[in-house]
């Protein structure tokens, strides 16, 4: 003991190391989540008029950044709109690729932001941090803060039901989609293709592959070398989407998409429909297409912006997308068709999305002390006059308006900047989409291959139902086997790494998986809608 | 190596004390990486207690309901639990199998090399793979082993058919281990070639003189003298048995070779940070971790019975 300060000193180090870690946040794992504190300043918020605050207040909004935008915070629609509104909004940008990943975090760490902006919140997720307290019900704010909302609300009464969750609340706001045509994806074939091998519109799928079978072999593009793609689609966007290629063909096939699953209505009995011979019949002749090199070999593997190079190099025969954009320069050469005749003679656009198309766009966090004056904020845009500023920017700068419809600018278009000055473009914002503020993604060619689709609808699209917690929690796991099992089989069916004798084993694991009680609970969620 | 005797005379710890007292410098040089310790590796610990409740964001770690193995039973229960476990452990296993002894033979042979010119290149040649991103290294194998790539140009002129290697189960193991040595082999290297570098030069003179051939000199000096380090890392590297890969396994992950490919870890982050489930994926992550602990320790016992050589 010679030194016996020496000794102290290193236990109070050791000792006091010990408390630091002990206290870390690192250490202290779960956070209380705050409570919601429709705070005072409500009374400063005005109903109805412009700003929407005296003071002027700033708000953190999360949003996904899509590859083809410019920052928000350059986006003219939020320049405008700030000084207008008094309410200034920082957005944190994340970009598609992990925006699912940063999302979850967000809540699981609980540093919340106050709202986010086209959030593409699952309705699973909605209910689980809407009831954990995370996100504020807004149900009761709508009636007195967001008319234009409202309107459509009570114009289009399945928004209601698509948005409310069975204990009546209202957590995310979906973007509102009156113009059919920006529901669909179109059926486009290379016309022009079609003209020199002298073929017609094919009208069923037999005429479908005679017709890829000619673009293959036929050199339509008459450059000398099978360069040519007969036919191609998305690949998936994840587990759980579905297999697009499978989406888009199956209406051939009678197997529709209702309730937003692989869903068949006969006679108010939901028949869940991934196990059924037609299926098996569709999955067998898409291997056909896919055997034959027909369809795309990369179909399960490009990336979205090598699928949108396909459909822009002139090279594909045969596709599906909403709108003509991504093969603006070279439209005329593709017309949209109705969609083929199946074996059995169906012939329906099982492909379709609701009225509330994007669902869980927007949603108000507890840690917003504006609730009020953000719900008033976002509402703005699901009125005609909000939703052409988002999409069109400007007047006089970016569109003009001819017979009261606006349009963009020759020159603003040629600077290629469209996509850099919208939120819209990549999908997802919350706002309104109606004929009224169309014209770039829906001009006449557009409307023509929808005018194609329409007769072949359903004449009911129901949207996915809106679970309790606990059946929502049941669908969840049910649903992450089942999709999982019946996305990596169907595409293995597809490219023929399986072959069809599998069929039975299929049929007997999705059983094994519990199928016949997902069917029984989206039957009973049909069934609460219906009465 | 030294054991700790329990039975203790009285006055060790006294003695421990002063010691430590005496030489307290290097015990605050200590302090740091134990804080550190503490802070990320034995604080998280206690949110595993999710793994055993239904975790609910709004009540918190402590304040969620008990699940007890509920968990547990999911997964085990699942259809893609054998397909899991097996994947994990047969990649991992080739991994070990294949492509941990490649970095010791390219060791041995740098070391073999007389010109040290060309020993050197062939070193930087080897091991600069490892400074590329396995995103970039993802991108590479796309681009090389597409039906149109130089691999499959190569394969059918030398009369092969056409190979999916990217998108077939039965090619993916293949793929993922052969780039990974192609990567990893030149880094691992290093640190044989630094032991390598540390035997006595007298023993090659002395095994010369005996007669000993290149071989035996390798065989009988090089070898025997790099054996702890051998040892010692391929302890460490089964301490990482379950994890290694999680980025690289997941960016070549597609439907199609899902059937091999598809592993405990990937499984965890699909699940868990895509879709929100905490406490299920809490379970298969602990569960994945008692395998690797199970490992670790077979592993240390049969390397202290056999060579000597042990973490402990």
Redesign the interface.
């Known amino acids: ?1 010679r ?1 016996p300060w ?2 102290n ?2 236990w109070t ?2 000792i006091l ?2 408390v ?3 206290c ?1 946040p ?2 202290a ?5 705050n409570s919601a504190a429709p705070a005072a300043a409500a009374a400063t918020v005005s109903k109805t008029g412009y700003p929407i605050v005296e003071e002027p207040i700033k708000l953190k909004m999360f949003t996904r950044i899509a590859p083809v935008n410019g920052p928000f915070k350059d986006m003219p629609v939020f320049q405008d709109y700030g000084a207008l509104s008094n309410i200034e909004v920082d957005f944190i940008e994340t970009p598609t690729d992990g925006f ?2 940063k999302k ?2 967000l ?2 760490s ?1 540093e919340l932001p106050d709202a986010l902006f086209r959030s593409s919140l699952t309705p699973l ?1 909605t209910i ?2 809407g ?4 996100l504020i019900p807004l149900e009761n704010l709508i009636d007195d803060y967001a008319p234009n909302f409202k309107k459509l609300l009570d114009e289009y009464p399945e928004i209601r039901s698509g948005i409310t969750t069975p204990e009546g609340h209202i957590y995310a706001l979906p973007a509102v989609v009156t113009l059919g045509a920006a529901r669909t994806d179109k059926k486009w074939i290379n016309q022009s293709w079609l003209e020199k091998l002298n073929l017609e519109e094919p009208q069923t799928t037999e005429e479908l592959y005679n017709v890829l079978v000619a673009f293959r072999d036929q050199d339509p593009n008459g450059n000398g070398e099978a360069d040519e793609i007969p036919m191609t689609a998305r690949a ?1 966007a ?2 759980g989407q579905g297999i697009p290629v499978v989406n888009m063909m199956s209406g051939s096939f009678g197997l529709d998409q209702q309730l937003g699953y692989n869903i068949n209505l006969i006679d108010n009995q939901v028949e869940i429909w991934m196990g059924s011979e037609r299926n098996k019949e569709l999955l067998v002749y898409l291997n056909k297409l896919y055997n034959e090199k027909l369809l795309d ?1 990369e179909v ?2 490009h990336t979205e912006a090598e699928y949108l190079a396909k459909q822009a190099s002139g090279k594909t025969g045969f596709f599906f997308d909403q709108t003509n954009n991504p093969f603006l320069d070279i439209a005329d050469q593709y017309t949209g068709i109705a969609p083929p005749e199946g074996p059995h003679g169906d012939r329906l656009q099982s492909q379709g999305a609701p009225v509330a198309r994007d669902f869980g766009a927007f949603a108000i966090t507890s840690v917003n002390k504006y609730p009020e004056a953000t719900l008033r904020w976002i509402d703005y845009f699901y009125s005609v006059e909000g939703s052409t500023l988002l999409r069109f920017g400007r007047e006089g700068e970016h569109y003009e308006l001819k017979d009261g419809i606006p349009y963009y600018k020759e020159e603003f278009l040629k600077s290629g900047n469209q996509a850099k000055i919208t939120p819209y473009a990549g999908g997802g914002a919350p706002h309104l989409i109606s004929d009224q503020v169309a014209s770039y993604i829906n001009p006449p060619q557009v409307q023509e291959a929808q005018e194609k689709l329409d007769p072949h609808m359903p004449k009911v699209r129901y949207a996915a139902p809106m679970f309790d917690e606990q059946t929502a929690q049941r669908v ?2 049910l649903r ?2 089942i999709d ?2 019946y ?2 089989q169907s ?2 069916f597809i ?1 023929g ?1 399986q072959s069809f004798d599998k069929w039975d084993e299929f049929q007997a ?1 999705l059983k ?2 519990n199928i016949d009680e997902l069917q029984q609970i989206y039957q009973d969620a049909y069934d609460k809608m219906e009465k | 190596m030294t054991r700790w005797r329990s039975n203790g005379q009285p006055g060790r710890t006294s003695r421990l004390i002063r010691r430590m007292a005496r030489r307290y410098d290097l015990y605050l040089m200590l302090l740091l990486p134990m804080v550190w310790y503490l802070v990320f590796h034995y604080g998280p610990l206690y949110g595993l207690q999710i793994a055993f409740k239904n975790f609910n964001l709004a009540r918190g770690i402590v304040g969620s309901d008990w699940a007890g193995f509920e968990h547990f039973l999911r997964f085990f229960n699942s259809y893609y639990f054998w397909r899991l476990l097996r994947n994990t452990l047969t990649i991992n296993l080739l991994s070990l199998l294949v492509a941990f002894p490649i970095p010791i033979l390219l060791a041995l042979l740098i070391n073999e090399i007389r010109n040290k010119a060309f020993s050197k290149w062939l070193q930087n040649i080897t091991y600069i793979p490892h400074f590329i991103s396995i995103v970039v290294v993802v991108g590479i194998l796309t681009v090389m082993l597409s039906t149109k790539g130089p691999v499959n140009m190569l394969v059918q002129a030398l009369g092969g058919s056409e190979t999916r290697f990217l998108e077939s189960a039965g090619w993916f193991k293949t793929v993922f281990i052969g780039s990974n040595i192609w990567q990893n082999m030149g880094w691992q290297s290093i640190i044989y070639i630094a032991a390598l570098s540390g035997i006595n030069l007298q023993l090659y003179e002395a095994a010369k003189m005996d007669g000993a051939s290149r071989l035996r000199r390798i065989w009988h000096v090089s070898l025997p003298g790099i054996t702890p380090i051998i040892v010692i890392l391929l302890i460490l590297d089964v301490g990482q048995f379950m994890n290694i890969g999680f980025e690289k396994i997941l960016l070549l992950q597609n439907n199609l070779n899902l059937e091999s490919s598809d592993v405990i870890s990937t499984f965890v982050y699909t699940t868990g940070i895509l879709k929100g489930e905490y406490s299920y994926t809490a379970a298969i992550g602990l569960f994945n971790s008692v395998i690797n602990l199970v490992l670790l320790l077979i592993v240390n016992g049969f390397a202290r019975r056999t060579s000597e050589t042990s973490l402990w």
Do not use: W
Not at chain 1, 29 to 33: L, N
Not at chain 1, 131 to 134: C, K, P, S
């Open positions: 003991m030194k020496r000794r000193a290193v180090m050791v190391g010990l630091v870690s002990g870390s690192g250490a794992g779960g956070k209380e989540a699912q990943e979850n975090l809540f699981a609980n997720e689980r941090y009831t954990a307290g995370q998936s994840g587990s070999p399960f593997s969840n796991i992450n086997d999982k099992y996305e990596e595409t293995k490219a790494a694991t094994k998986m």
